[in-house]
């Protein structure tokens, strides 16, 4: 299982882009990113998936480089409800691997 | 569509007894997985089970044993229930390959388990 690393915690005010970066130097062929949106006293919700390159939803963006050796999840112009925790997980999801969370990052953002 | 539906959703155990937490999914999943989150922490794989008929250990398996019943349910029971099994479980549920269109596990909204 590749394991990641992301930053602690981030902060942000309202209405800002903000863009956590995830290393994943290990990632094998097979492994998927996906990252996780977690609020106190809730189970994580899935924010986004992909491969390669970039892959956008009505949430957030994910960026993967063609090394793929790291990702950023961008939340375009956050607000008070985006304050949670960010988990960044690879793994080979399609064949039913379990995912390794690690501590995650911690996003507040302020008015 | 209720998603993952985990029961039950409080429990206060004493030292030494068992319990069952049950989980189950309505969305044809064929992978289950249960894990465990203490305060202020990120979330410890428990056992999981890629396929109906198959289970396997995670990072912290020790005190639970878990069965996959059938493609629908999967189930965690702890045998002698200890202070440090106190914890928050949480159950998911994926699709596999062909199952897409995203492999992104959908999770139960928790058993916050208190042991004393």
């Known amino acids: 299982l590749a394991k990641t690393t992301q930053p602690i915690s981030m902060d942000s005010y309202e209405g800002q882009e903000v863009n956590i970066t995830c290393s994943h130097n290990?990632?094998?062929?097979?492994?998927?990113i996906t990252w996780y949106q977690q609020f106190p006293s809730q189970g994580p919700r899935f924010i986004i998936q992909?491969?390669?390159t970039k892959v956008t939803n009505e949430v957030a963006s994910l960026f993967i480089p063609a090394d793929r050796k790291s990702s950023t999840l961008s939340l375009p112009r956050v607000s008070l409800s985006d304050t949670a925790v960010y988990y960044c997980?690879?793994?080979?999801?399609?064949?039913?691997?379990?995912?390794?969370f690690g501590k995650g990052t911690t996003l507040s953002v302020s008015s | 569509n209720a998603g993952v539906t985990q029961t039950p959703k409080f429990q206060v155990l004493k030292t030494g007894q068992s319990m069952t937490l049950q989980c189950a999914q309505d969305?044809?999943?064929?992978?289950m997985y249960w894990y465990r989150q203490d305060p202020g922490m990120g979330l410890r794989l428990i056992y999981y089970?890629?396929?109906?008929?198959?289970?396997d250990k995670g990072e912290v398996p020790n005190g639970y044993n878990v069965s996959r019943l059938n493609k629908r349910e999967f189930s965690l029971r702890l045998e002698s229930a200890a202070p440090s099994q106190t914890s928050v479980y949480f159950c998911?549920?994926?699709?596999?390959?062909?199952?897409?269109?995203?492999?992104?596990?959908?999770f139960g909204s928790g058993t916050r388990l208190t042991v004393v």
């Open positions: 998911a549920s994926s699709p596999t390959r062909t199952q897409g269109p995203h492999y992104g596990y959908t």
């Open positions: 290990n990632i094998a062929t097979n492994d998927y």
């Open positions: 992909g491969y390669k």
């Open positions: 997980l690879v793994g080979d999801v399609q064949a039913g691997t379990a995912l390794i």
């Open positions: 969305m044809n999943h064929n992978s």
């Open positions: 089970s890629a396929s109906e008929g198959t289970t």
